[in-house]
């Protein structure tokens, strides 16, 4: 039980942390359950993916190799069916109903499928484990959340820029998490002051993320100044 709690813990903070951030028109919480589920499920599909993907490890030599591990087994696959399940459940949804919904729904379908993830690195390599991942791995999928989200919430709205930003709600996640991914596989000690720093840069961007399309939210009764300010500064 104290295993469970300690790999869940940093998923129920975070979306606890999301769902606050949504001040203005909070999504339902069955929706919000439906979102950790479906991220939760999709680990079984990554699963199977990532494994035959991992046969061809062999045929990419020195750097290649945590590079394809990284950016194609593990980044792209996972992502990849992240997005599929924000866009199949949620994408026509009428709760979808404003552009900070698109980090909500991704983020809370990251969060689940992270919370799955950690709960089977806790149970293999236990306690240290665990908690290193819950203060990196799970907020990085948070923030790889919050990207996608921050693209497909404005693709929502946005008919004439829609290809263009839904190519980036899944584009730039996969770039995040393959940068990610690719500095820890290399092993180079050196690296890991860069990976810090990048890190850091994901977090900030996350925030900077949620508190545009927070501040923008249509049912925000100072929308409409918030706005002329921005215009202002333009």
């Known amino acids: 039980m104290n295993l469970l709690l300690l790999s869940l813990a940093p998923v129920f903070i975070i979306g606890g942390y ?45 750097i290649l190799n945590p590079a394809y591990h990284g950016f194609v087994v593990a980044a792209f696959t996972e992502e990849s069916f992240k997005f599929l399940a924000l866009f199949l459940l949620f994408w026509k949804t009428n709760t979808f109903n404003e552009k900070f919904d698109g980090i909500v729904y991704a983020t809370f379908i990251s969060l689940g499928f992270a919370g799955v993830e950690n709960v089977m690195y806790v149970l293999q ?59 820890l596989m290399t092993g180079y000690n050196w690296l890991l002051a860069f990976w810090i720093a990048f890190v850091v840069f994901l977090y900030f961007s996350a925030l900077k993320r949620i508190k545009t399309l927070s501040d923008q939210s249509i049912f925000n009764t100072d929308y409409d100044l918030l706005n002329e300010k921005f215009t202002k500064r333009q």
Not at 42 to 55: D, K
Not at 142 to 158: N, S
Not at 165 to 170: E, N, S, T, V
């Open 18 to 62: 999301i769902y606050y951030r949504d001040k203005y028109d909070k999504e339902p919480l069955q929706l919000l359950w439906k979102a950790l589920l479906a991220g939760a499920l999709i680990v079984i599909p990554v699963i199977f993916v990532e494994r035959f993907l991992s046969l061809f490890l062999p045929f990419f030599p020195g």
């Open 125 to 183: 390599y236990g306690v240290s484990t665990g908690i290193t991942r819950a203060i990196t791995a799970v907020p990085a999928h948070a923030v790889f959340g919050v990207t996608m989200g921050f693209y497909v919430g404005q693709a929502r709205f946005y008919d004439k820029q829609k290809k263009e930003l839904l190519r980036k709600a899944i584009g730039m996640p996969i770039l995040l998490h393959g940068v990610y991914d690719f500095i």
